[in-house]
Antibody, heavy 120, light 107 residues
Framework: QVHLQESGPGLAKPSETLSLTCTVSGDSISSSIFSWDWIRQPPGKGLEWIGKLYSSGTTYHNPSLKSRVTISVDTSQNQFSLKLSSVTAADTAVYYC?????????????WGQGTTVTVS | DIQLTQSPSSVSASVGDRVTITCRASQGISSWLAWYQQKPGKAPRLLIYAASTLQSGVPSRFSGSGSSTDFTLTISSLRPEDFATYYCQQANTLPWTFGQGTKVEMK
C-alpha cells in the first residue's frame, strides 16, 4: 500500500523560502510509470496545481508561480521536495503531494494528508 | 491555461436525491478529466478518471460522462457520507487546472 507523507516547517516568514518534503513509502519514486505532483489549497479556497516531477528527473511548475518554484528528488531517501521562494501571505495554504500514474489520464490516485504552511 | 468552470457552486440536497455537477472546459480536453471528493480537513479523493472510469473502491452510485469541453459527475442516490466538495481537474494540457469546486450540502 503506497503512502505519501508531507513534512516541513509549519511557519515561514515573508520573503523567505518555504521547503517541504514528500516521503513515499510502498513504491519507488524512480518508477517510470509515475510522476509526482505538488498541489496546494489556501484556507477556504480551491485546489491549485503547483508542479510535477517526472521519473526522468524533469520537472514542470505552474507558470502562475513564476520562477519561485523548485522541485527536486532524493532517490536515496525515496523523497521529493518543493521549495517556494519569496513567500508572501498569499502562499499560506495546505500543501499536498500526490502520485500520478501514467501521463495523467488516470488522475492523481494517491495523496498525502497535507501539511499546513502559514506565512507570517 | 485551460479554465474549468463548475456549476453549480453549491447544491442543497437530501439523502436519496440524484445530484448532477457539471464541469465546462475553456477548450477541448478530450477525456482527460478527473473528479475528486474532498471532505473538511482531508485530502482530496479520486473518484473518476478519464471522464467516466470509476476509481477502484468508489461506489457505483458515482458516475461520470462527457468529452471535449462538457463533463458531468452524477451521484445517483445521495448518501450521508457524500456531503462534501467536489472538484474536476484536467490533465490534457500543462499546467493542470482544477475547477473551483461544488459543495454538496444537506438540505
Amino acid at each position: 500500500q503506497v503512502h505519501l507523507q508531507e513534512s516541513g516547517p509549519g511557519l515561514a516568514k515573508p520573503s523567505e523560502t518555504l521547503s517541504l518534503t514528500c516521503t513515499v513509502s510502498g513504491d519507488s519514486i524512480s518508477s517510470s510509470i509515475f510522476s509526482w505532483d505538488w498541489i496546494r489549497q489556501p484556507p477556504g479556497k480551491g485546489l491549485e496545481w503547483i508542479g510535477k516531477l517526472y521519473s526522468s528527473g524533469t520537472t514542470y511548475h505552474n507558470p502562475s508561480l513564476k520562477s519561485r518554484v523548485t522541485i527536486s528528488v532524493d532517490t536515496s531517501q525515496n523523497q521529493f521536495s518543493l521549495k517556494l521562494s519569496s513567500v508572501t501571505a498569499a502562499d499560506t495554504a495546505v500543501y499536498y503531494c500526490a502520485r500520478v500514474p501514467g501521463g495523467g489520464e488516470f488522475g492523481m490516485d494517491v495523496w498525502g494528508q497535507g501539511t499546513t504552511v502559514t506565512v507570517s | 491555461d485551460i479554465q474549468l468552470t463548475q456549476s453549480p457552486s453549491s447544491v442543497s440536497a437530501s439523502v436519496g436525491d440524484r445530484v448532477t455537477i457539471t464541469c465546462r472546459a475553456s477548450q477541448g480536453i478530450s477525456s482527460w478529466l478527473a473528479w475528486y471528493q474532498q471532505k473538511p480537513g482531508k485530502a482530496p479523493r479520486l473518484l473518476i478518471y478519464a471522464a467516466s472510469t470509476l476509481q477502484s473502491g468508489v461506489p457505483s452510485r458515482f458516475s461520470g460522462s462527457g468529452s471535449s469541453t462538457d463533463f458531468t459527475l452524477t451521484i445517483s442516490s445521495l448518501r450521508p457520507e457524500d456531503f462534501a466538495t467536489y472538484y474536476c481537474q484536467q490533465a490534457n494540457t500543462l499546467p493542470w487546472t482544477f475547477g473551483q469546486g461544488t459543495k454538496v450540502e444537506m438540505k
